[in-house]
């Protein structure tokens, strides 16, 4: 039930009918009695600005923030975390009496959700597909894990961007071809494109280079085709459903400073799933 008392959190994105969020954060708030409410806001990138003043002038707790504001909301922050500041992008606010802070939760949440499933990154080999604001996040979080990284993208600037700002972190290379004696050494190819996300979308690489035993990540939700194709060959797959709930975990953490509920919110995205 909603009332005077009722703390408000919810979502800033273009579009955002699609957003999962609001049923994890919900279902979780109602699993421990507590009196929030989580709303999704369509923001339009003109409007950010006014927006997250908004968060200070009707007293929001706190907002998750996506597609495509993740960057540009950094200039209307008070303060912003380490973490936030390397990968360039804030995916949650929290509002400290009208201080606004921003972090990135999205590193925390890839990393837990492969350790979930055991998967650790130390000294792995890992090629990294993309290199736009998703990308970048998972570059931050597995170096810091101490894994070995390859990055590829259609516009190689791009990657080679990221190899600037993170070499002081971790081992970072990137490639501008796929070739067979790199793909020998990868144990752990990530999919941080948007190739997969529509039905007649091209694999983000040539299925003819996957090898038995590889484990293949795909940031999307779905079982994507590379997923599919991954799968059949005897390699080990991962959907993007881990990174949502444990960064979605992380930011409830971020607002109530109580543990989450982590289970209550990934039997919301299985329903969803199934
Ligand atoms: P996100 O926030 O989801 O990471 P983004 O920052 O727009 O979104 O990044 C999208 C990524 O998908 C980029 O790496 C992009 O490659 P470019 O940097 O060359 O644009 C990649 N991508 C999108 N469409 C693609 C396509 N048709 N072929 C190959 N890569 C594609």
Redesign the pocket.
Known sequence: MITGKTKVVGIFGDPIEHTLSPLMHNAAFKELGLDYCYVPFLVKKQELKEAVEAIRALNIKGVNIT?PH?EAVINCLDEISEEAKYIGAVNTILNEQGKLKGFNTDAYGFVKSLKEDNISLKDKFILLL??????KAVAYGVLKEGANLFIF???PS?AYKIKESFSDIGKIEVIEQIKPEIMGKIHIVIN????GLKKD??M?LDPSVLKKGQTYID?IYTKTPLLKEAKNRGCTIIDGIGMLLWQAAKAFEIWTSIPAPVEVMEEVLKKIKD
């Open positions: 597609v993740k993309g290199a736009g604001g998703a990308a993208n259609r516009t791009k941080a494109t948007s190739l979308d091209p983000p940031l």
